[in-house]
C-alpha cells in the first residue's frame, strides 16, 4: 500500500515547496476617488507597483451613493460624471507605473468593490481610517473576508519602496501562518527580519515547534530571520511601543490572534492607528 501523506505541510515545507521561484507581487488593488487623500493613496499604490513590478488595478464607486432607479436623471448623470473623473484621474496619476494599469467603475461601496475585484489581485492597499477602530475594524474584516486576499494597511507619508526591516508579530494561529506565507514577496526584500513572538510558556510544545518550523522555513530560503521575545504578552499596550521603538519598515501579522489577552479581532487595526510603518494583515 502507498504511503499516504496525511496531513498538510507545515510552514517550512509549504515555503520550500514554492522553491526555486521567488513569489511574486503581480498586482496591487486600490480604491481610487477624488480626494487629496485617494491621490496619495493611489501614488503610494503606483509606488508599491513599481517596486514590485506589479500591475496597478484601480476601482472607483459613487462619491455620494449609488445609482438608483428612483434617482432623478441630473442625479444619476452628476454621478456618472464623477466616476468618469475618478478614472481619469487614476489614469493620470498611474502613467509611470511600469507594469501597467487597469481601471474599473463599480456601483457598490468602497468596500464592497474592493471585495468583489479582489480575486484580481495579490494584495488590496488601504488606508487607516480613523477615528472609530471599532467600525474601521469591521469594514477590514469584510474586505479581509470578502475579498480572500491580503492587506496592506499604509502609513501616511510612509514610502513604500523600501522594505529593510519586517516584523512579523507571531503566533500560532493559522492566520499568522498565511500572514507570512502571504508576504513572501516582502520577506524576500528584508535585510533583517524579526519573529516578534510571546515569551515562553510551559507545555507549549505545538507553539515552540510551529515558531521553530517558521524559523527554518524562511531560512531555507536564505532569509535573514531572528526570533525575538517580548517579556509580556498580557496586552497591546506591551505591544505598540515595542513596534513603535523598532520603527520597522512593515509589519506583518494575522487577522485572528490566538493568544488569551488579544484572542479576536481588531489589533491589526489599532496597532496601524499607532505606527510610523504601515501594517500587512492577512485572514
Known sequence: MPNVRQSPLSLPEALLALRPATPRLASVLVHAG???????????????????????????????????????????????????????????????????????????????????????????????????????????????GGSGRPVLIRAEDRPLSAFDHIIVVWDESAACRRATLAALPFLGRAEAITLLAPPRRRRREREEQLLEDARRGLLARGLPVVVARLQEWSSPHVLVPHLQAADADLVVMGAVQEHAPWRGRGLASAIAAHLRGPVFVSG
Request: cysteine-free; glycine content about 8%.
Open 34 to 144: 477624488l480626494s487629496s487623500r485617494s491621490d496619495r493613496r493611489v501614488l503610494a499604490a503606483a509606488e508599491l507597483a513599481n517596486t514590485f513590478g506589479a500591475r496597478l488595478i484601480g476601482v472607483s464607486t459613487p462619491a455620494a451613493r449609488p445609482l438608483t432607479s428612483s434617482a432623478s436623471g441630473i442625479e444619476n448623470a452628476a454621478i456618472e460624471r464623477l466616476l468618469e473623473t475618478s478614472g481619469d484621474r487614476f489614469v493620470a496619476l498611474s502613467a509611470t507605473v511600469r507594469g501597467g494599469f487597469h481601471w474599473e467603475r463599480v456601483d457598490a461601496s468602497p468596500v464592497a468593490a474592493l471585495s468583489a475585484f479582489g480575486w484580481a489581485a495579490d494584495l488590496i492597499l488601504v488606508d487607516h481610517e480613523e477615528p472609530d477602530p471599532g467600525q474601521a475594524w469591521t469594514e477590514m474584516d469584510e474586505l479581509l
